[in-house]
């Protein structure tokens, strides 16, 4: 080896941090062959030396600082266990490199879960990709898989607790847990450092609704200049939804095939409905209205509401409410409380919840699914008829009348 001979007893880590370098590359060796190179420009690598079938064998064990004086010995400990076996430490190491070197990123991880699973098999499969490319890889991307631990995913969870965002973590490990998961499957890591992380925010069940007062603001308010990203499009996705009661995926993936203006019903298939169920909904004259404008903005797509690359995202429906907020004089709310507000009102006004929950499209519970087969077709179409009517006084901006009656109060 380079540099003239050097022993110690025993390796310690101030006797290793104050060795200098020196014009000339050097090794310091301790019992039973391990011994720390350095070199003239300061880089001190572990390297250990041995004897095998008569060979004479050395090979790097790892770098200091990053390898440890006690991870050192204990790789020292390994590799003399293998020679005593039989087997060659260095070839053992250079095939782990090779394996290391083919192992995937936490990035290759999601990329492959994202198209080989969660597009083919999941409606929220975006969300689940803007998750994992937002939330996790700007921090855990180029890190090998395997290599990553529990306290690595807590880590990161606290960071988005801490900027008042409970809800995403909470959804962040869902994803990523699943997306390990999935890779244990495919023999792509070998365990998943999610296990055992508990949910990191508490989560409330919503009860958010707009009340009348607010969905005229909301409906009128759409139709002003100026407001962030409200583009015509998205506004009629938010008034399709609010009149169907639709989850906001179903809405903004929906394509023209699913819809009969004529019989005045909307037919999603089974593999777009969160009960994997066909589900078919009544379209009031209000619904109906909206699609005719539509059709009108777009009439070259597939899709009623469409993006810049297909479908509408139900985040830009989120986007549109969120930039909009103060402008509308509102409340928060989210494109799923559409939804609720939908419920709400239909019960407000008289009609069952069986006939609500046959147009949100719920599965009905146990027994009841299978003993009750009554379409409600009829009874669904008289509460969006209802309900439709509702939504086109409530759209209607206020006349003069009732601006100087609201003046004179």
């Avoid at 969300?127 to 994992?132: A, G, I, K, S, W």
């Avoid at 939330?135 to 180029?142: D, N, R, S, W």
Wanted: proline share 6%; aromatic share 8%; hydrophobic share 40%.
């Amino acid at each position: 080896m380079e540099g003239e001979t050097r022993r110690v007893r025993k390796f310690t880590d101030p006797y290793v941090r104050n060795r200098k370098p020196e014009e000339h590359a050097y090794v310091v060796w301790a019992p039973d062959g391990l011994g720390l190179r350095v070199r003239p420009s300061g880089v001190r690598s572990w390297i250990y030396a041995y004897h095998l079938n008569g060979r004479f064998r050395w090979m790097t064990l790892g770098r200091y600082p990053e390898m440890t004086v006690a991870a050192a010995h204990t790789a020292h400990d390994t590799a003399m266990r293998n020679r005593g076996a039989g087997v060659d430490p260095a070839t053992l190491a250079v095939a782990a490199n090779i394996a290391d070197r083919a192992a995937p990123t936490v990035a290759e991880l999601a990329d492959q879960f994202i198209e080989l699973y969660s597009k083919p098999r999941k409606k929220s499969a975006f969300e689940d990709e803007r998750l994992l490319r937002v939330e996790v890889l700007p921090h855990l991307g180029t890190v090998k898989a395997a290599n990553v631990r529990r306290r690595d995913v807590m880590a990161l969870l606290d960071g988005i607790v801490a900027r008042g965002a409970g809800v995403t973590a909470n959804r962040v490990l869902a994803v990523l847990r699943k997306a390990y998961n999935w890779g244990i499957t495919r023999e792509l890591v070998e365990f998943s450092p999610c296990a055992q992380v508990p949910r990191p925010a508490k989560e409330h069940e919503r009860e958010r609704f707009l009340s009348a007062d607010e969905l005229k603001r909301f409906l009128v308010g759409m139709d002003q200049p100026g407001l962030f990203e409200f583009t015509k499009t998205t506004k009629h996705a938010l008034r399709f939804q609010l009149a169907t009661g639709a989850r906001p995926g179903e809405t903004a993936g929906a394509t023209w095939q699913e819809f009969d203006l004529q019989a005045g019903v909307w037919t999603m298939p089974a593999e777009r409905t969160k009960t994997h169920h066909a589900h078919t909904v009544p379209l009031s004259q209000f619904a109906r209205q909206v699609l005719r404008e539509v059709r009108l903005l777009n009439p070259l797509s597939i899709y009623p509401f469409p993006g810049r690359k297909g479908p509408m995202l139900p985040a830009t429906m989120s986007a549109a409410i969120n930039g909009n907020l103060a402008a509308l004089g509102l409340e928060r709310f989210t494109p799923h409380d559409l939804r609720r507000s939908c419920a709400t009102h239909l019960a407000s006004l008289g009609h069952s919840r069986v006939v609500i929950s046959r147009i949100l499209g719920h599965a009905l519970p146990g027994v009841t699914r299978i003993y009750d087969r009554h379409a409600y077709a009829e009874e669904m179409r008289a509460a969006l008829d209802e309900w439709g009517a509702v939504l086109y006084r409530l759209s209607r901006p206020a006349g003069p009348e009732a601006v100087k009656r609201r003046a004179r109060r």
